[in-house]
C-alpha cells in the first residue's frame, strides 16, 4: 500500500483541505498507515500532478485561502484497481521480539521496562479504540458505507487486547533477576 491509496481511501469520506486530512490520519487510518503531515503534503501534490485528486481554493475572510481537495473520477478509477489487488500480510519487524528470542544475552531490568513500557502503550490505544468504537458505533452496527470501518476498529481492539494479555504473560514468565546480562566467549 503507499501512502497516496490510503489519501484516496481518506477522501472516499468528503472534500477535505490537507490539514483536515492529516488530522483524519492521525484519528483513524493512521492507526493502521503511519505518515507524518510533511509525508501528507508532499502526496497531495503527486497525487494531484496525476490528476488522482483536484484541489479548489476557498477565500476566507480574516484567514489564509485553503486548497480544499476532492476525488476525480481517475482518483476513483485508482482507488478501486487498488482495491481489487491482493493484500500483502504484515510482517512482524519487533525488536522486542528478537531482545526475547536472545534473553540469555541481555538484562532482564530493561527489557521487564521495555514490556511495561509496550504493556502500557497497549492498553491506552485498547481503551482509545474502544471510545472511537462506542462513539462512532454505538448500537455496534454501521451503514454498508462504514462496515469496513466498524470491522476495522473491532480488529483493533482485539489486536490491542491480544498484546496486553500477551505483555502479561511475558512479564509473568520472566525471571525477577539478570539470567546472564553477557555471552559467553565459549558459544
Same mark, same amino acid.
Given at each position: 500500500?503507499?501512502?497516496? /491509496?490510503?489519501?484516496?481511501?481518506?477522501l472516499?469520506?468528503?472534500?477535505?483541505?490537507?490539514?483536515?486530512?492529516?488530522?483524519?490520519?492521525?484519528?483513524?487510518?493512521?492507526?493502521?498507515?503511519?505518515?507524518?503531515?510533511?509525508?501528507?503534503?508532499?502526496?497531495?501534490?503527486?497525487?494531484r500532478?496525476?490528476?488522482?485528486?483536484?484541489?479548489?481554493?476557498?477565500?476566507?475572510?480574516?484567514?489564509?485561502?485553503?486548497?480544499?481537495?476532492?476525488l476525480?473520477?481517475?482518483?476513483?478509477?485508482?482507488?478501486?484497481?487498488?482495491?481489487?489487488?491482493?493484500?500483502?500480510?504484515?510482517?512482524?519487524?519487533? /525488536?522486542?521480539?528478537?531482545?526475547?528470542?536472545?534473553?540469555?544475552?541481555? /538484562?532482564?531490568?530493561?527489557?521487564?521496562?521495555?514490556?511495561?513500557?509496550?504493556l502500557?502503550?497497549?492498553?491506552?490505544?485498547?481503551?482509545?479504540?474502544?471510545?472511537?468504537?462506542?462513539?462512532?458505533?454505538?448500537?455496534?452496527?454501521?451503514?454498508?458505507?462504514?462496515?469496513?470501518?466498524?470491522?476495522?476498529?473491532?480488529?483493533?481492539?482485539?489486536?490491542?487486547?491480544?498484546?496486553?494479555?500477551?505483555?502479561?504473560?511475558?512479564?509473568?514468565?520472566?525471571?525477577?533477576?539478570?539470567?546472564?546480562?553477557?555471552?559467553?566467549?565459549?558459544?
Amino acid at each position: 500500500m503507499a501512502l497516496g /491509496d490510503a489519501i484516496l481511501a481518506c477522501l472516499t469520506e468528503g472534500p477535505m483541505t490537507g490539514y483536515e486530512l492529516a488530522k483524519t490520519f492521525d484519528a483513524s487510518i493512521g492507526f493502521y498507515w503511519k505518515a507524518n503531515h510533511q509525508q501528507i503534503y508532499r502526496e497531495l501534490t503527486r497525487l494531484r500532478d496525476r490528476g488522482h485528486i483536484q484541489g479548489c481554493e476557498v477565500v476566507q475572510s480574516g484567514k489564509p485561502n485553503k486548497l480544499v481537495y476532492t476525488l476525480t473520477s481517475e482518483g476513483r478509477a485508482a482507488l478501486r484497481h487498488w482495491g481489487a489487488r491482493p493484500s500483502v500480510p504484515p510482517s512482524i519487524k519487533d /525488536d522486542l521480539l528478537v531482545r526475547l528470542y536472545a534473553l540469555e544475552g541481555v /538484562d532482564i531490568g530493561p527489557l521487564r521496562a521495555d514490556l511495561m513500557a509496550r504493556l502500557e502503550h497497549h492498553r491506552d490505544r485498547a481503551s482509545r479504540y474502544e471510545r472511537i468504537l462506542n462513539k462512532r458505533f454505538p448500537e455496534g452496527t454501521a451503514s454498508p458505507a462504514d462496515t469496513g470501518k466498524l470491522l476495522a476498529l473491532r480488529l483493533g481492539v482485539r489486536h490491542e487486547r491480544v498484546v496486553v494479555e500477551w505483555c502479561e504473560e511475558a512479564l509473568q514468565a520472566l525471571p525477577a533477576r539478570t539470567i546472564g546480562a553477557a555471552i559467553s566467549p565459549e558459544r
